[in-house]
């Protein structure tokens, strides 16, 4: 009864919405139905931290720059752009037909010009310590102040940073980099999170926690495509419906247009185990694959300075190799996955990354007589002698993890599993308080050094993502000396050479490349799937 009446709710909404276009013309109208598995913690571009965010912050604001479905860099509100020979000042000339979204704060009700003086205050909101913005790192080593970040005039923006960044130019893609107007802010304060206003395709028009978020199109959005307007829909309609089944249901019901997680409960009911549609939904809608910048992976604590490292087995360079290549990454993927997933044996940087190489850099292949081999060099033959280790995990992944607890027990490891919720075991991560772990990494902005900043001794715990502890001064010089490399090419031969020493080292067991799976009913046409998995509905058309 509750959701019939949400759905009526939903329904008398959309028709108000409308309501100015007149009756006739309501019946018309494209709106794409989707569902969110969590509500959204924040519709404010400096909380753009989860992808539920991501996803519906895309949809209302716009950056400097965006990716195309193939990672690269295209102008948005920025038209060109220009980067000093130094790497350090860069100057975008920006667009003078972008408008924020009408709200009655602006005068008259109005949105008005987007102008450079916006990117200032954007910018300088993700480092001011008031804010206490979850995207402090994109500006936090980069700039020193406000200063620098300076509107030279209403449409040229310049950012002069303290030292080169090669991969500043996709670190602008991010969300969190989207602009912002200040008075709307200043008047909303952290009430921005629920009134947001940008520039995006779509505007922001209701949102009630936990159960409906509606978005309408945008009519004074200034990209096109062939002369055409963009965006296509007239409006978006989310539902906020957890159980991962029922909305599945809602999917094949054809109540929902769009579905993107093949959860365990149903994934065999639709895929088969090499990972095609199953015959019982062929033609009934649209399923694709891509690649998605996450690395799953297992780590291994190495500082022997640690107290849980001293003791353990895992502090020896062969033990570690051996773990690598005991896992049978392709028959994990076949089985628990339904073919959904990449076996990760070329490093840690995942596929689909520009600069990927499974030639360049050699990972680890399944190999159960090097493992035993490996074990036995160390003086654990068939893993006699062999202390006891502790594999953590949560609980989504349990069955992922006791598959590695049974592959390891076949060369003789003993493994025990140790689930506790996600956000405890991140947290025991983060003060290096677990020395054998599963994790994920899912890449920020489309560039190696997000993966390898991972391993970078100035990254040590608490003050970045090093978990586990991995110093190392050849590839600290390495990483260094990459900020000073503008050609990617040659920036990427770089990362191929720190990625093999984290290989040989074996501190990362990586499992698999992850891969995402959209699903579309026949009617709906130009959605892009890219490798970072961000949703962009501007193209989007429903019959």
Not at 122 to 151: C, E, H, M, Q, T
Request: proline share 5%; aromatic share 14%; glycine share 6%.
């Amino acid at each position: 009864m509750h959701r019939i009446i949400i759905n009526i709710f939903c329904g008398l909404l959309l028709l108000t919405a409308f309501s100015c276009s007149g009756p006739s013309s309501n019946k018309d109208k494209k709106v794409f139905n989707m569902n969110l598995d969590q509500n959204l913690t924040s519709l404010d571009p400096a909380f753009a931290r989860n992808q539920n965010a991501l996803w519906m912050i895309n949809q209302v604001f716009n950056g400097l720059v965006q990716v195309d479905s193939n990672l690269n860099i295209l102008p948005c509100i920025a038209k060109t752009w220009q980067i000093s020979s130094d790497g350090l000042t860069y100057t975008f000339n920006l667009r003078n037909d972008v408008y924020f979204h009408n709200d009655p704060i602006f005068p008259k009700g109005i949105g008005r010009k987007t102008v450079a003086s916006d990117f200032v205050y954007s910018f300088y909101r993700l480092i001011d310590p008031k804010v206490a913005s979850s995207g402090g790192w994109i500006f936090s080593d980069k700039v020193k102040d406000i200063n620098n970040f300076i509107a030279i005039n209403d449409t040229t923006f310049q950012v002069k940073l303290i030292k080169p960044f090669p991969a500043f130019m996709k670190l602008l893609t991010t969300q969190y980099c989207s602009v912002v107007p200040k008075e709307i802010v200043d008047h909303y304060g952290k009430d921005f999170r629920s009134h947001p206003i940008g520039t995006g395709p779509f505007k922001f028009k209701y949102w009630k926690e936990d159960e409906i978020l509606v978005l309408l199109k945008n009519e004074n959005y200034w990209e096109k495509i062939n002369s055409t307007k963009l965006p296509y829909l007239d409006a978006v309609k989310v539902t906020f419906i957890t159980d991962k089944q029922s909305a599945f249901m809602n999917f094949l019901k054809k109540d929902l247009d769009f579905f993107d997680k093949v959860d365990g409960s149903y994934r065999d009911d639709i895929l088969t185990k090499s990972g095609k549609m199953t015959a019982k939904y062929k033609g009934k809608f649209n399923l694709r694959k891509g690649p998605y910048l996450c690395t799953e992976y297992v780590g291994i604590l190495v500082d022997t300075n640690i107290a849980i490292t001293k003791n353990s087995p895992l502090k020896y360079q062969k033990v570690r190799q051996a773990i690598n290549y005991a896992i049978d990454k392709p028959k994990l993927i076949k089985y628990l996955r339904n073919s959904i997933g990449i076996p990760a044996t070329a490093g840690f940087i995942p596929q689909g990354m520009p600069g990927f190489d499974s030639i360049a850099v050699k990972g680890y292949h399944y190999n159960p007589e090097k493992a035993a081999a490996l074990l036995a060099e160390t003086g654990f033959p068939n893993g006699k002698g062999m202390p006891q280790v502790t594999l953590s995990t949560s609980t989504t992944y349990k069955d992922l993890i006791e598959f590695i607890q049974g592959e390891l027990a076949a060369i003789g490891i003993k493994v025990k599993v140790d689930v506790s919720p996600n956000a405890s075991l991140r947290d025991l991560m983060s003060k290096n308080e677990v020395n054998f772990f599963r994790g994920s990494w899912i890449a920020d902005y489309p560039d190696g050094e997000n993966y390898l900043a991972m391993f970078y001794s100035k990254n040590k715990v608490p003050n970045g993502p090093n978990y586990t502890a991995y110093y190392n001064d050849d590839f600290d010089k390495l990483f260094e000396q990459s900020y000073y490399v503008s050609d990617n090419a040659k920036r990427y031969l770089l990362y191929q050479k720190m990625d093999q020493m984290v290989m040989d080292y074996a501190n990362i067991v990586p499992i698999y490349y992850d891969q995402s799976v959209i699903m579309t009913q026949n009617n709906i046409s130009g959605y892009s799937i890219n490798p970072q998995n961000l949703m962009i509905l501007k193209t989007v058309k429903k019959k």
